[in-house]
């Protein structure tokens, strides 16, 4: 099975952005080297974790970086075969509007 710690860059807003994975948590870095956002998650469990943050820096708001950043922790519990419980206000606000993120939810 594949290690699940590449980064991988984007470009959001115009700004290309690194997300990385780090030990219960993915974070986006900007092209300074800087954290700028991160989401982060419990786990609970060989089958489960809990997204219990989600945060990005005031200045790099509004370029669809938190929504990224749940995103790819939805991906991640898909290569992994567990579950989420998105206990963070704007993670389960994400849940709650993209159907494609039900599969991974942990039943309510």
């Known amino acids: 099975m594949p290690e699940w710690s590449t980064s991988i860059y984007r470009e959001i807003g115009g700004y290309p952005m690194e997300y ?3 030990e219960n ?6 092209d300074e080297g800087v954290k700028v956002g991160e989401v982060t998650f419990v786990p609970t469990g060989e089958d489960m974790f809990i997204i219990d943050h ?3 820096d005031d200045a790099a708001r ?3 970086i938190a929504q990224e950043l749940v995103k790819r922790a939805v991906e991640k519990a898909k290569s992994e075969g567990k579950k989420i419980v998105p206990l963070c206000p704007f993670a389960k606000a994400e849940f ?3 159907p494609e993120y039900q599969e991974v939810q942990a039943a309510k």
Not at 25 to 30: D, S
């Open 62 to 64: 509004g370029q669809g």
């Open 20 to 22: 990385k994975n780090g």
């Open 25 to 30: 948590r993915i974070y986006a870095v900007n």
């Open 54 to 56: 989600t945060g990005v």
């Open 96 to 98: 709650a509007k993209k």
